[in-house]
């Protein structure tokens, strides 16, 4: 009995040997700790007589409560590495997702800023065909004009070459006399109604170059504003009010970059009030006018000097 008690405790040792050696140094010293009583108790029991000594069961009932400690806490470590392992792994894979959103961000900027180089040089392009057709425009609105003034002058004086032959008409004696006057009345009338013909024509003609003259200013404003020139797109839309006053957009558009670019509330205002006039009925204006009623309460509140150029300078709605 004492021969199976001896060999219980010394299993238990080597057993505990074993797992420990085969896990981390911190279980090893842990084991170090941990007297060998058994195995002393052999050697002694061997030396004085020859056989096997007694083996204490408290010591035996701590190696093996360690023993399950060792276990318990290697298991638990174990755990752990493989939690760490896992949220390494997490953490590597959105670190690669993070990469790839990077650069299809980096992807698609490049995109854009090439969409926006591109839409740049066919704005230029653009820009400068309209500012050639405004040239042109204005050449043959200025020709028109210049005929038109000749025909003017040419009327005025068949008018008074009539009323000369009429005068002669009235103290004619010879009957050939009146009727060369009476022939020539008659060539007079009919360049009269010619000429009248052509100033006709030349007004339809000048009412069509001003549509396009107008229209023309008009996308030369748009192609420059969205160059981001918004003082040039100004004078364009400014040109556009100079042949026709009663242009909505126009003045709309002018509010915009008065309100949100050159931060010149008061005269926003103006524009934003003759586009709200002017505009079709049909049109929803409903931002125009809350932007409106908006600058309305900004101007309320705008203090005196000294402190207006500063709130002018720092207040931008």
Known sequence: MKKNSASCGIC????????????????????????????????NSDKNTGSYGPVDPQNTEKLLYTLNETLQENRK???????????????????????????????????????????????????SGSKQEIEKLQAENKGAAGKNLELETKLEALDAENTKLQ????????DSERDQIVERMKQNDQAVQE???QVSSLDGENIALKGQLIQSYFDLGNMLYDLGRFEEAA????????WDPNHAWAHHNLAVIYDYHLHKVHTAMVHYRAY??????????????????????????????PLKEDFKKYQKI
Do not use: C
Request: no cysteine; hydrophobic share 45%.
């Open 12 to 43: 238990a040792a080597v057993i505990l040997s074993v797992i420990l050696s085969a896990g981390s140094g911190r279980f090893l010293f842990a084991a170090e700790k941990v007297p060998d009583t058994s195995a002393t108790q052999v050697q």
């Open 77 to 127: 470590i174990r755990q752990s590495m493989r939690d760490l392992q896992t949220a390494f792994e997490k953490v590597t894979i959105e670190k690669s997702d993070i990469a790839d959103q990077m650069r299809k961000v980096e992807q698609m900027a490049i995109q854009r800023n090439r969409e926006i180089g591109k839409k740049s040089e066919d704005l230029s392009v653009q820009l």
């Open 167 to 174: 005068g002669l008409l009235k103290t004619a004696i010879l």
């Open 195 to 197: 000429a009248i013909h």
């Open 235 to 242: 004078v364009q839309y400014l040109n556009v009010l100079a």
């Open 276 to 305: 709200m006039h002017l505009k079709l009925a049909s049109e929803d204006a409903a931002e125009a006018r809350m932007r409106l009623w908006d600058l309305e309460q900004l101007v309320k509140v705008e203090p005196e000097q």
